[in-house]
């Protein structure tokens, strides 16, 4: 299943008439543009990993750890660094 981080909506398959939109970015996200031309930014999740937050903030954060399949880790590290992906300069 796929998530996605502008509107937080999860969605079991990408349409087959959604274009992508630009590269994978890190972490597997990818903008894609639906047909109704709604945007979403997209990364495939493991249905398991999705409405854990607590055994999130058990196992990660409370340990320090970042996991790279925890959409939870990714969003902490987002709210952390929320200019990393666009800074060139750094
Ligand atoms: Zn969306
Ligand atoms: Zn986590």
Known sequence: MWACK???Q????IP???IPIGERRQHGYRLWKFS??????????????VGRK???????TNRGIKKDEC?????DLEAENPHQERS???
Do not use: M, W
Not at 10 to 13: E, I, L
């Open 88 to 90: 060139c300069s750094q």
């Open 71 to 75: 959409r939870y880790c990714l969003e």
């Open 16 to 18: 087959t008439d959604a």
């Open 10 to 13: 999860s969605f079991d398959t």
């Open 54 to 60: 607590g055994a999130h903030t058990r196992f990660h």
């Open 6 to 8: 502008i509107c937080s």
């Open 36 to 49: 109704n031309g709604s945007l979403h930014d997209l990364r495939e999740v493991t249905p398991s990993l």
